[in-house]
């Protein structure tokens, strides 16, 4: 067990029953005339949260801890893309699966639908490819948490508002204790960082916790003392 320092109270962590999860740190939403950009957002409000995310996943993987990828795309055939999204994304160019810098935008297999290479997962690390906001909608990622006795989630990445927080939300109606990573995620709108950080202590913590990398890192480091 770990101490460490979160709100809306401190608290401990089962070290061999918690997950990092990183979320959607792709290259089409983080890197410049990508689709994020390509929609008239600020990228470098997304590239913030890249440090903070190397320092926990160093320390994560330091302790050999499950660390799990998620990316957001679709099937190349589109087949997997629901008509509302469809019709939602063509009033503003560029749509999903359209011709980016970096391939089909969106689109599984493309080079910008990838993972940067500051957070690039490394061999063992499961990749979880989703196509939708949340991470359990439609994938195997709670089968992965069941199959590993995961009761606990750090979760990092982005948007805050938008995939971190569905993914949290999930999370939490499936009985896992969800600790946001608050300088590790990052969203295009600096009020809906903050607000969506807010909601999820709000309450006493009605979807979980929020930390910092720093505080993720000590209780990581202070449990090898």
């Known amino acids: 067990m770990a101490p460490i320092h979160m709100k809306p109270r401190d608290g401990t962590i089962d070290l061999e029953r918690t997950a990092v999860v990183i979320i959607d740190m792709q290259r089409d939403f983080l890197l410049p005339g990508g689709f994020g950009e390509k929609l008239g957002n600020d990228v470098s409000k997304l590239t913030r949260a890249i440090q903070p995310c190397q320092k926990v996943l160093e320390a ?38 359209e011709m980016g810098p970096m391939g089909r935008i969106l689109i599984r297999g493309e080079e910008g639908h990838d993972i940067i290479e500051e957070l690039y997962p490394i061999t063992g690390e499961p990749v979880v ?21 995961i009761t606990t989630l750090l979760v990092m990445g982005v948007t805050t508002e938008v995939c971190v927080h569905t993914t949290i939300r999930e999370a939490n109606d499936r009985g896992y204790h969800c600790i946001a990573v608050s300088d590790a995620c990052a969203s295009f ?37």
Not at 64 to 79: C, D, F, K, Q, Y
Not at 129 to 149: C, M, R, V, W
Not at 197 to 207: K, P
């Open 60 to 97: 994560a993987r330091a302790r050999n801890m499950l660390v799990i990828h998620t990316r957001e795309g679709h099937r190349p055939s589109m087949a997997d893309v629901h008509v509302w999204k469809k019709d939602k994304h063509g009033t503003v160019p560029p749509a999903i699966g």
């Open 129 to 149: 490819d989703k196509p939708g906001k949340g991470s359990f909608y439609a994938t195997d990622l709670e089968a992965i948490l069941q199959a590993q006795n």
């Open 189 to 225: 709108f600096d009020d809906f960082h903050k607000t969506a950080l807010r909601m999820i202590t709000a309450q006493g913590g009605i979807f979980g916790s929020v930390t910092d990398s720093a505080s993720v890192v000590a209780a990581l480091q202070a449990a090898d003392d």
